[in-house]
C-alpha cells in the first residue's frame, strides 16, 4: 500500500513569511496527526484529527500555526509568520485507529519536511 | 505531564555486540508502550510495541523490548547487532486517557561493521 505522502521535502525561509506543508495519508486512515521533531529530540504532537475535526490541539502555537483537515483526507499545516525556533523536520503521521489501546493504532510516519527559517 | 526517558544518546558498537537501550517512562497508570526506529534516509517505523499480556515483547529484526512496570521501563534488546542496524532509535508512550503518543529524544546507534 501506498505511505504517508508529504510536500515539500524541503523548505527554506526567511524569518516573518509564511510556508505551508501538505499531507496525504494512507487511503481509509481515520486519524491524522503532525508533529515538530527539531534537531535532537523526538517527535512531539502539535495537532491530531479524527476524520476532519480536532481532537487535540493542546501543543500547537496558535498565534501562528493553523491546521485543516478539509474532507477527512488530506491535511495542510501553515506557518505565519514563521520564526526562526520553528526550523525542524514536520512529521505527519496517520493511524487506522484511534490511539489509544486498538490493535490498529500503529502511526505510520511520512518521510517528513525539512524547514529552515533564516 | 507524562515523560519518556532515554539515556546514552550516541552509542557506538560493533557488530556481533549485544544493544540494549534503556526507556523510562514518568507515569503510574496504564501505558501503550513502543519503540520506533528511523534508518538513515527512511521515515520513522514501528519496531515492536505492547498493549497488554506477557511483558516481553518481540518485534522484527530480531529486536525484543521488557515492560517492567515496577520500573516503570521498556528496555530494548538485541543480542547481535548488525552493520544494518545503524539507525536512530526512539521509545514512545501513550497513557491511559490521553491519546497523545510522547517520544523521547532517541538513541543515535552506530555499529561499526
Known amino acids: 500500500e501506498a505511505g504517508v505522502a508529504q510536500s515539500p521535502r524541503y523548505k527554506i525561509i526567511e524569518k516573518r513569511q509564511s510556508v505551508a506543508f501538505w499531507c496525504n495519508p494512507i487511503?481509509?486512515?481515520?486519524?491524522l496527526y503532525w508533529y515538530q521533531q527539531i534537531l535532537g529530540q523526538g517527535p512531539k504532537l502539535l495537532i491530531q484529527?479524527?476524520?476532519?475535526?480536532?481532537?487535540?490541539d493542546s501543543q500547537l502555537p496558535k498565534d501562528r500555526f493553523s491546521a485543516e483537515r478539509l474532507k477527512g483526507v488530506d491535511s495542510t499545516l501553515k506557518i505565519q509568520p514563521a520564526k526562526l525556533e520553528d526550523s525542524a523536520v514536520y512529521l505527519c503521521?496517520?493511524?487506522?485507529?484511534?490511539?489509544?489501546?486498538?490493535?490498529?493504532?500503529?502511526?505510520?510516519f511520512g518521510p517528513g519536511t525539512r524547514l529552515t527559517v533564516l | 505531564a507524562q515523560s519518556v526517558s532515554q539515556h546514552n544518546h550516541h552509542v557506538i558498537l560493533s557488530e556481533a555486540a549485544s544493544l540494549e537501550l534503556g526507556c523510562n517512562y514518568s507515569?503510574?497508570?496504564?501505558?501503550?508502550l513502543f519503540w520506533y526506529v528511523q534508518y538513515p534516509g527512511q521515515h520513522l517505523q514501528l519496531l515492536l510495541k505492547?498493549?497488554?499480556?506477557?511483558?516481553l515483547v518481540k518485534g522484527i529484526k530480531g529486536f525484543e523490548a521488557e515492560f517492567i512496570k515496577s520500573k516503570f521501563s521498556f528496555n530494548l534488546r538485541k543480542p547481535s547487532v548488525q552493520w544494518s542496524d545503524t539507525a536512530e532509535y526512539f521509545c514512545?508512550?501513550?497513557?491511559?486517557?490521553?491519546?497523545?503518543?510522547?517520544f523521547g529524544k532517541g538513541n543515535q546507534v552506530v555499529v561499526i561493521p
Open positions: 484529527f479524527q476524520n476532519n475535526g480536532v481532537v487535540d
Open positions: 487511503s481509509g486512515h481515520a486519524t
Open positions: 505492547y498493549f497488554s499480556g506477557d511483558p
Open positions: 514512545a508512550v501513550i497513557i491511559y486517557g490521553n491519546n497523545r503518543l510522547a
Open positions: 507515569y503510574g497508570g496504564t501505558v501503550n
Open positions: 503521521a496517520s493511524s487506522l485507529e484511534w490511539p489509544w489501546g486498538a490493535m490498529d493504532n500503529e502511526q505510520f
